[in-house]
């Protein structure tokens, strides 16, 4: 069972900045791919980012520009840097894990969630 660990959510002004980490433990050379998805109250879960073992970052248009997604096989993290945020960014942000999947762009592609992260971004 892989195991997810989301930290480096917070609260921040519109325009400033944010780094999200998702650590992985337990067997993650089972994974392929990692990816970032985001829930705000009374919203649909959107996927925000992904990244395969090929180490190609993919975003979603609402974020394109202003966040980048990195991967650290030695340490088996994944950093979600978010720059420029928005009001509208506030959510929390779930890391996962697609064990098969080259390019996740399905919440079914993945196999493991963490619980997430809460960023909050204040106009």
């Known amino acids: 069972q892989v195991h997810l660990a989301e930290s480096g959510g917070g609260l921040v002004q519109a325009g400033g900045s944010l780094n999200l980490s998702c650590a992985a433990s337990?067997?993650?050379?089972?994974?392929?791919?990692m990816g970032w998805y985001r829930q705000a109250p009374g919203k649909q879960r959107e996927l925000v980012a992904f990244?395969?073992?090929?180490?190609?970052?993919n975003y979603a248009d609402a974020v394109k520009g202003r966040f980048t997604l990195s991967r650290d096989n030695a340490t088996n993290t994944v950093y979600l840097r978010m720059n420029s945020l928005k009001p509208e960014d506030t959510a929390r942000y779930l890391c996962?894990?697609?064990?098969?999947?080259?390019?996740?762009?399905?919440?079914?592609?993945?196999?493991?969630w963490g619980q997430g992260t809460q960023v909050t971004v204040s106009s």
């Open positions: 996962a894990a697609s064990i098969a999947a080259i390019r996740p762009t399905r919440e079914d592609s993945y196999d493991y």
């Open positions: 337990g067997p993650i050379f089972d994974v392929n791919s």
């Open positions: 990244i395969g073992s090929e180490n190609s970052a």
